[in-house]
């Protein structure tokens, strides 16, 4: 079962309908029983770095996520559930993530537009990973974010250019994420979440 984790933050029911177009039962949930026996965590979120960690934290839900991945089952974050999975966000000051990646998030301190809002092309860092093989070089996908994650990029598996380098989609072995929102990217979108279907299969 691909369990969405419920943590009172972020649009559940479109994350919901992003994984079952493309044929992935899913389920909504916050229920600890439903989290352990999951092959497959999803973790949204929208909004500011530190209310959704607070969020995370008065859930309850932070040693089920820890246990979950170490027992090598698959985990995707999905745009700030993606930058939660790091150690460290600086927005409004410096705040503790999850640190299971290694990394911080930091303001898109650019010229360019803030918040990055709207449809960019994708470059491949590692062509070879599976989540890819439904899609190709410079598809476009959605992002709308004013952070991003700045790391040794030694998780990058494909990036966006927006005056900086941005983290599209990242991988540690069992954990999976991405800084826009597949659910809303269209076919590219569903095409991402059916390669990660084949994966926790």
């Known amino acids: 079962m691909n369990v969405i984790l419920d943590y009172d933050v972020g649009n559940l029911d479109s994350v919901l309908r992003g994984f079952e177009r493309v044929g992935i039962k899913s389920i909504v949930s916050k229920d600890p029983l439903v989290i352990q026996a999951a092959k497959s965590l999803v973790l949204p979120g929208v909004g500011a770095f530190k209310d959704a960690m607070e969020a995370l934290k008065n859930s ?23 930058q939660l999975l790091y150690e460290k966000g600086y927005e409004n000051g410096e705040h503790e993530g999850l640190g299971i990646l290694k990394g911080s998030v930091r303001f898109l ?8 809002m709207g449809w960019n092309n994708l470059k491949f860092q590692d062509k070879n990973d ?7 070089e ?26 900086k380098l941005i983290p599209a989609i990242v991988r540690d072995k069992n954990v999976y994420a991405t800084q826009f929102h597949p659910e809303k990217s269209g076919t590219v979108g569903s095409n991402i979440l059916r390669a990660y279907g084949e994966l926790i299969r």
């Open 138 to 163: 410079d598809d476009y996908v959605y992002f709308v974010h004013s952070y991003y994650v700045d790391s040794s990029n030694n998780e990058l598996i494909s990036y966006t250019e927006y005056e």
């Open 109 to 116: 301190n650019i010229d360019l537009k803030v918040p990055q």
């Open 60 to 82: 309850g839900l932070i040693p089920y996520i820890i246990d979950h991945v170490k027992q090598q089952k698959y985990l995707f974050g999905i745009c700030l559930g993606m």
């Open 130 to 136: 599976p989540i890819l093989k439904y899609i190709k």
